[in-house]
Every structure is written in structure tokens, then in C-alpha cells.
């Protein structure tokens, strides 16, 4: 986002904190109602510095060269140009953006977009219009993997994307004329493009569960912020697009975009004034807030979906030595714990790194990717890492490295995830 009188707060924060949240802080009841609710305001909603890890220091790389938490272990479950374990399935290259799914008899469905681009690459490497797509992998209650499948084809760049609170995968193409497939996780239903969301290089989608509207960013240096409201909850077929505008003091003004379609002129240049966000990619849904990530900047703002204001909650440029840079896909644990990953990393790549929830918003790393099948920094064979999600119940955290091996690898990381959040708190 080009910066025109910064971000301000929201009054998202500005609610007492609950008891047991104050006690965690180190403070009494009668001492934080003495403080008042300006002091929690601000505290709430202050960027975050960097701290410890609420897991401790990462140990030795372990046999896959993930470097993890104590108590921490970590498996491969797939990678590109070979069958899944037990399946025949060939996995797909490139894998990015992911979430996660319920089956109903205690496993879950893992869904994992493919970018393969539009053009071949690098020699020897995937690449063509129509071979990105999405796949997915079913697991048994005890994490066993029952079978692989393709639920998306004749695509390019799928890059990321949403769940949908009524059960299906948002799969955006990141290509100039992209659009937004609407995907069946467990592929029975054939995918159907959604041109109401318009046409652009769409990365990253979500919906709120309160309203049922979505969000989405655009990977591009001047890209948009954009919400959509259904014409009826829950079918994207019809309904409106519109850009955000931000104010001097961070209130958000949406205004209609007049050509989703984008026939004559791309959708962020349609509404003078409209605010620009420095590579628009990861973005999440989490108790009334919208995470959007711009990675050219490296800064994660939330927006308040009740206030309609916007603040940034983490900048790399505040800190000295940043432990997370070129931030990109995000997901919010139980535990309200937000799990960055790095799109490039400059000279410290492969990391995923973790922002606490306020009062007190420390930023760590929870997890480094280490060895030579990640590629070497800064040049067109690095990878990055992609797709972090946790499975439903929270214990079983998935992400990828894009490019290791040549054609990328999807890890799962097991642990002792911390719990779930006070019931009510907000961030």
C-alpha cells in the first residue's frame, strides 16, 4: 500500500480485556480499570515488535531440514511430480495457496493450489497455459492418507485463494485476465469460473461469516483492495465489486467498480482515488478482522469489518533486524496466533514466522526451511514458502515450499499447538 498519511487505528481494541486476559498481562483487575479504555485502545491496537516465540527457540534441522520448536516434528506429504504416498495420484507442481476441510467421519480434505505458469520456465521445469489448476488429498482420522485427486484443471498460476464458509475452495488465477474458480474440495462437482468477482490478477480471497462478503487482493504493485457482496448469500454468481478507498485516519470508502469484467480497463483504475496496496497476497477472515499482506512493503494491516477502518498491525521497517520480510500467504491458529509465511525472504529466505495476539503482539519465527532443495536465494530457482493452513482440529499445521526439488514439496507439522483464544476475545 503507497503510504498517504499512514494508517490509523481502529477501535476494534476497544474493549476491556476479560479477566484472565489481564492476569496473563501481569496486571490486576483494579490496575487495568484504573488505566482506562484509551490505554487498551492503543495497546490493542499497537504493530508488533519483535520477541520470543511463545514455543521457544527453533532446534537443529531435522531429516527434511526443518528447523522447528521443541516438541515440534514434521513430515512430507507430498510432492510434485510423484503419487502421493498410498495413491496413484501424480501430484501437482508448484504447490501455493491451501485450506483445509471436514469429512465427517474425523478426517479432513486438504485442498493446495498448483501456480504453474502460463509460459514455460526454467528448462527442464513445468510450464504452460492450462497446467495449474488444484489438487487435493483426503486423510483418515488417524492422518493416514486415503487418496489424491485433481479437483481443478485447465488453468494457469493458481496461485491462492479462500475457503467458503459453505464448503468450497476459491482457486484464483494470477494472470492478467484472472478469475476466481469455485472449487468442490472433494471433486465430485465440476469448478465453475465466478467472472462476478472480476477479472484481474486476483491472489487471495476470503469470506466474512458475519455477512457472508468477501475480500480479495491483487498481486500487483499497485493493486487493489476489493469486497464483494453477493446478491444472495452464498452464491457467487451476481452481486458487487467494489475498491477500497482509505482516508487520512483509516476509514475504508468501498466504491462500485463499474467493469468487473475489466473489457476496456483494468478493475484498479477504474475508481479515481483508489488506495493502492504494494502486492496485495495472503489474506484471512478472524473474528470480525480482515489480514491483508502486501509483500512488496512488508507490512500485514486489519481491517475492521464493523468499524470499516484499517491499521497496520505489522511492519518490517520498524524493526532492525526483522525475523519476517516479503510476508505472503497467512492463517489464524485456534489460539488467535497469526503464521506468516515469506514469499522471498531476501537473504534470509524459508521462513514462516508467528505475530501474537495483542495486548502485547510479538513477532518470532516459528519454523525455517534449511538445504539445498530450496534453492539459493535471489535467484529464479529459489523457492518460497507457500499454502500454511492447520487442519480442523488445529493440530496438524500444512504448508510448501514452491519450488524445493525442482517441482515443490507440501510438508505437515505436528505439535503442541497452543489452545484456543478466551471465548470473546478480539484483536
Known sequence: MTERGGDHTGDS???????????RTGL???????LGPEF???????????????????????????????????????????PVKGTRYVWHAFSDGAATYETGDGGWILVSNSEVPEAPGLPGLPGGAGEGGASAIRFAADGSIRRAYRILEGTSNNCSGGATPWGTWLSCEEIDEGRVWECDPRGQRRAKARPALGVFKHE???????????????????GGFYRFTPRRRGD??????????????????????PDPSARRR?????????????RGEGIWFDTGLVYVATTEDSKIR???TRTERIRIIYNAKRLDDPPLTDVDNITVSRSGDLYVCEDDGGDDPFDIAIITPPPKRRVARFA???????????TEASSEVTGVVFDPSGRRLYFASQRAFGTGVVYEVRGPFRGRRPRGRNQ
Open 302 to 304: 486489519a481491517y475492521n
Open 40 to 82: 487498551w485502545r492503543a495497546a490493542l491496537a499497537a504493530p508488533a515488535e519483535q520477541g520470543r516465540s511463545p514455543y521457544g527457540p527453533l532446534g537443529a534441522p531435522d531429516r527434511h531440514g526443518i528447523r522447528l520448536p521443541e516438541g515440534f516434528r514434521s513430515r512430507i506429504v507430498a510432492r510434485g511430480g510423484q
Open 204 to 222: 487471495a480471497a476470503c469470506v466474512d461469516r458475519r455477512t457472508g462478503r468477501l475480500y480479495l487482493t491483487e498481486d500487483l504493485s499497485d
Open 266 to 278: 483494468p478493475t484498479r483504475h477504474q475508481v479515481p482515488g483508489a488506495r493502492e496496496f504494494a
Open 28 to 34: 490486576t483487575a483494579a490496575g487495568a480499570l484504573a
Open 368 to 378: 525455517k526451511l534449511t538445504g539445498p532443495q530450496h534453492g539459493d536465494a535471489g
Open 13 to 23: 481494541g476497544g474493549r476491556l480485556l476479560r479477566r484472565r486476559d489481564v492476569v
Open 236 to 257: 457467487l454468481t451476481a452481486g458487487r465489486l467494489e475498491i477500497a478507498r482509505v482516508k487520512r485516519d483509516g476509514y475504508v470508502e468501498w466504491e462500485r467498480v
